[in-house]
Each structure stands twice: as structure tokens, then as C-alpha cells.
């Protein structure tokens, strides 16, 4: 999954949307609280209140089965929040799919420990008793597109954005609520530092991003959705002109370590994700291969963690990775350190997983669901 400078030019494929059938209880519940307001903002509140409970609806039919907590709800006559998972969530209703545009709510700048994580987009079918579940927009995406001249003020407060700022889909904000740290969406700069500790920032148990697809040049739908690409083949051999693409910038980097006397085997394969869109200037690269014994079969991780171009790794920056006991290996960028990155491998049986963290000096965390070997699956 990657983020576009520009708007994609496309309307909402109904294909990808998801389409939740009100049961009589929920349409009664609506009835029933938008009954509660002034008589000016009912109409508005229904159909906010369909949209909740549509998303409720969505919410539990889903693979994990997620909960939303009504103690947390906030109706509004323009919108609902509420949390989920952890997570805070915006939910926006929706008059039509030929509507071209939407409108945030005048705290949508803020970022502040109040604000969403996660804005959705809902269309309310109020006389077929149906919401549609249109699109999702992260929070830390809001600030870009502030920056691009997107965002329109309006004289209530409010933002028009153009609903095609929607993009992430349906599917991919259930993988958020499940496999992200809701702080890993927050834009840098309003990220509270979390105490200090050995632990982890926490991960959807049974969420796992699986590197053996690597190897038949395949992601698997948790690498994709948290931004991960694959690499070509390794091409270490030849002279590079540059160092100005990810794949070149690792091809260097593999140059370095194999002077140090690691060997990397041909067949290898990696991916990279970049934490610039989460507000820090850095590059994760993962590379895996197999290894075979007579008496066992192992796999190899080896992460590089380093700048994208033009940029500079901070002093303090640290990187580990541990199994499900212990930590394995950690480095930290250190005063005099001749490298611009960091690197560290792990090796272990096909039953092994690994997680992966980044810590910044200033304590901000990034934290991936567990990596595992499985090229059968």
C-alpha cells in the first residue's frame, strides 16, 4: 500500500465497499435516540445513528469479531465518535456516492490525545435500512493533505475534503484495528512519549506478517497494508551509480557487511517500508532465506534500519528483535559510528517468530506484528 502526492482519480467501486443490512432492533434504537434532540437536528442524528449502528453491525461480523464500546459514543448531528480496539474513530456520514466531497469536523487539526485515529466514511440508505462502509482515512494523513491545499474551511468550523482522500479500504481498517499500535498512526510531533520499559508496543495476538511469501514474490495482506514492498532480486555484484532507490541504497548497504564477512546468499529475498509517512526520516529493510541442515530447517532474518536519501539516522535510534521469551539482538546509533544505519540477523527453526521495534531518542515506538517463515502458505 502506498500513499499518492496527488489525488487518485477514481470514484468508490462498490465491489470494495461493504454493505451492512440494519436489523429491526438497530432501526429502533435510531428512531428512538434521535427522538432525544431538538426537533432541527433530528433528521440528521437518525441517520447518524444508522451509521453507528451499521458500523457496530460491521464491526462484529468480522474475522476478529472486534466490539465497539458505546460507553465511548458521542453522537453528533454531523457525525459519531466512538472507540474501538484502542483505537478512536470518526465516523462520517454520507448523503450519496455521487457525492464528490465530505466534511471533517473542526477538530480534525487538533491532534491532540482527544483526537481520531481513523475517520470512516459512511453512506446512510435510510430507506432500504442499509449503510454502506465507504473508505477510511488515517489521521496522520490529514496533515498532508492540509499541506496540499486540500482541506477547505468552512464558515461552521468545519473541512470540506474531497471523498476520494477516503482510500483506505474497508478490509484494510479491520487490519489496522487488529495489527496496529493506534500510536503508530498519530503524526510524530503529537505522539506522547511513552515510560521507558523493555516491553513492546502491543500487536493483535494472531496477527503475523509472513516473509516466506516473500520468496514467490508475494506479500501477505498484513505486509501490504502496513506499507511493506518488495524488492527485485539482489544484484550486489555490479557497479552502482547511485545509491538513490531503495533497492540501490540496500545493495550498498550489502556491500559494506560482506567486507565485514557476511554472506548473503543470492536466492534472498527482502522488502522495505518507510516510516516518513509516520513522521520519521527512516527506511526499514527485511531480508529472509532459508537454510537447510540434515537434521533441521531454519530461516534468516536480516534488517537494515537507515535513512531515506538525503536524510541522517538520529543519535540514539535503537533496533531489536526478539522471539516470544527474550530480546536477541539490538543495536543503537552511538557517537563516532562510522555507518549511517543499523543492522542486525536472527536465525531460528521455521516454528519461530520474530517481533521487530524501533525506538526514536525521543521515545517514539514502531512495532510490527511478528514476522514468520512459512513459503507454503
Known amino acids: 500500500m502506498s500513499y499518492l502526492n496527488q489525488f487518485p482519480d477514481f470514484e468508490f467501486d462498490a465491489l470494495s465497499s461493504t454493505t451492512v443490512s440494519l436489523t429491526p432492533a438497530a432501526v429502533a434504537w435510531a428512531v428512538d435516540t434521535c427522538q432525544t434532540v431538538a426537533a432541527t437536528q433530528q433528521w440528521q442524528t437518525f441517520i447518524s445513528a444508522m451509521a453507528l449502528q451499521g458500523l457496530r453491525q460491521w464491526l462484529a461480523a468480522g474475522a476478529q ?14 457525525g459519531v465518535t466512538c472507540q474501538v480496539n484502542g483505537f478512536r474513530l470518526s465516523l462520517l456520514t454520507q448523503g450519496s456516492l455521487s457525492d464528490e466531497v465530505a466534511f471533517l469536523p473542526p477538530s480534525a487539526l487538533t491532534q491532540d490525545e482527544t483526537s481520531p485515529h481513523l475517520y470512516l466514511l459512511a453512506e446512510v440508505q435510510e430507506e432500504m435500512d442499509q449503510v454502506i462502509i465507504l473508505g477510511g482515512l488515517r489521521c496522520d494523513r490529514i496533515l498532508a493533505y492540509q499541506q496540499q491545499g486540500a482541506l477547505t474551511p468552512q464558515a461552521n468550523g468545519s473541512y470540506r475534503l474531497p471523498v476520494t482522500c477516503f482510500d483506505t479500504p474497508p478490509e484494510d481498517v479491520l487490519l489496522y484495528l487488529g495489527c496496529l499500535n493506534p500510536a503508530q498512526l498519530l503524526p510524530v510531533a503529537a ?10 508496543s502491543p500487536v493483535q495476538q494472531g496477527s503475523h506478517i509472513n516473509v516466506g511469501r516473500w520468496l514467490r514474490d508475494q506479500l501477505d495482506a498484513v505486509a501490504d497494508t502496513l506499507a511493506w514492498t518488495l524488492l527485485p532480486p539482489l544484484a550486489t555484484a555490479h557497479a552502482l551509480m547511485s545509491t538513490s532507490t531503495p533497492a540501490e541504497q540496500l545493495e550498498e548497504m550489502l556491500k559494506e557487511i560482506e567486507l565485514r564477512g557476511v554472506t548473503i546468499p543470492p536466492t534472498a529475498k527482502g522488502a522495505y517500508t518507510d516510516l516518513q509517512p509516520l513522521g520519521s526520516p527512516l527506511r526499514l529493510y527485511a531480508l529472509t532465506w532459508p537454510l537447510w541442515t540434515v537434521s533441521v530447517s531454519e530461516w534468516s532474518l536480516l534488517l537494515f534500519l537507515g535513512p531515506i536519501p538525503g536524510a541522517e539516522i538520529p543519535l540514539g535510534t535503537h533496533l531489536v528483535i526478539q522471539d516470544e521469551t527474550m530480546v536477541l539482538a539490538e543495536q543503537t546509533v552511538g557517537h563516532g559510528d562510522d555507518s549511517n544505519y543499523l543492522y542486525t540477523q536472527v536465525i531460528g527453526s521455521w516454528e519461530e517468530q520474530f517481533t521487530v521495534t524501533v525506538t526514536l531518542p525521543d521515545g517514539v515506538t514502531f512495532s510490527w506484528p511478528p514476522f514468520v517463515f512459512r513459503p507454503s502458505v
Request: proline letters at 21%.
Open 65 to 78: 469479531n472486534f466490539v465497539l464500546d458505546m460507553a465511548t459514543v458521542q453522537l453528533a448531528p454531523h
Open 191 to 200: 505522539t506522547p512519549a511513552p515510560t521507558p520499559s523493555p516491553g513492546l
